[in-house]
């Protein structure tokens, strides 16, 4: 018996006929085309992946995560300040914020005053205490504008259409705590701007101050506390355990249906001139 040549002939076998050699090399083709195919679609599928963005609109923020027990400006060439969690004025300690200022607060922080808080803040360059995504004031501190892109591909891979959804975070009410001024030391707010906090702004153990323009879209509440206002924009307030409190040129509008924007409870006083209250 002969044996069988272990090398493979360079000369096509010829009991392979021609029709079937022209059917396998039409597989080798199709199989070269579908792999051609498979490595564009990656290659699509990978710009696909990697058009995550991010803006680069990012503003760097002056963080503050420390309480403050001595005297301190925040200044408007740092601005905006980014509040990481609650902090406190101390006793003896003023915090002074130059006009233009943005203070941001995140994850719920509060500020709280058992020293003095000074707002300087201007007509055209007021202070704002607001939200951490609040994009509105001092640009994008937390850098949460991010935009998801995809891609409609036709039949060949190719791109025909592109879609972009923006992923930033909105702000909220209640986005952060509020400004607790516990302190019988008195307080200045010119011109100040409050946003999307939960406890609004409140007044005890005597916490007193000198209000010129104070736009609030959450309420002020007073317990024991020695204060006077002008130009006050607030949804409601509440006067209560002894307050002594003067109002001159206010709008009071509350959105709530079954509570009364203006109260004023046993042992205290105010004294309201030139105001809106519905």
């Known amino acids: ?59 760097a923020a ?20 980014l509040v990481e969690n609650d902090i406190t004025v101390f006793p003896g300690a003023t915090l002074t914020i130059q006009a233009g200022v943005a203070v941001k607060f995140a994850n719920g922080s509060s500020l709280f005053v058992d020293g003095i ?6 007509s055209t360059q007021p202070i704002y205490f607001t939200s951490s995504a609040d994009d509105s004031v001092g640009g994008d501190t937390n850098n949460d504008d991010e935009e998801f892109c995809s891609s409609e591909l036709d039949d060949e891979g190719n791109i025909v259409a592109e879609f972009c959804e923006s992923l930033e975070y909105e702000p909220y009410e209640g986005d952060w705590g509020g400004l607790i001024f516990g302190s019988k030391d008195q307080s200045v707010f010119n011109h100040v701007i409050s946003r999307y906090s939960s406890d609004g702004i409140v007044f005890y153990n005597g916490g007193s101050i000198v209000s010129d323009f104070l736009d609030s879209d959450e309420g002020i509440t007073l317990i024991g506390s020695n204060s006077s206002f002008k130009n006050l924009i607030i949804p409601d307030i509440n006067i ?29 006083s105010l004294n309201l001139k030139n105001a809106v209250i519905e």
């Open 240 to 268: 209560l355990n002894g307050s002594v409190v003067s109002i001159d040129g206010a709008v009071i509008s509350s959105q709530d249906a079954y509570g009364s924007p203006l109260q004023v409870f046993t042992n205290s």
């Open 117 to 122: 808080l000074n707002a300087y803040g201007a």
């Open 1 to 59: 018996k002969s044996k069988k040549s272990l090398n493979p002939s360079p000369v096509l076998d010829k009991r392979f006929s021609t029709g079937v050699i022209e059917k396998l090399l039409l597989h080798n083709i199709i199989v070269v085309m579908s792999t051609i195919k498979r490595l564009r679609f990656l290659f699509v599928l990978f710009i696909f992946i990697s058009v995550f963005s991010f803006s680069t609109e990012a503003f």
């Open 62 to 81: 002056t963080v503050v995560s420390g309480d403050i027990g001595t005297d301190t400006t925040w200044t408007l060439d740092q601005s905006p300040y």
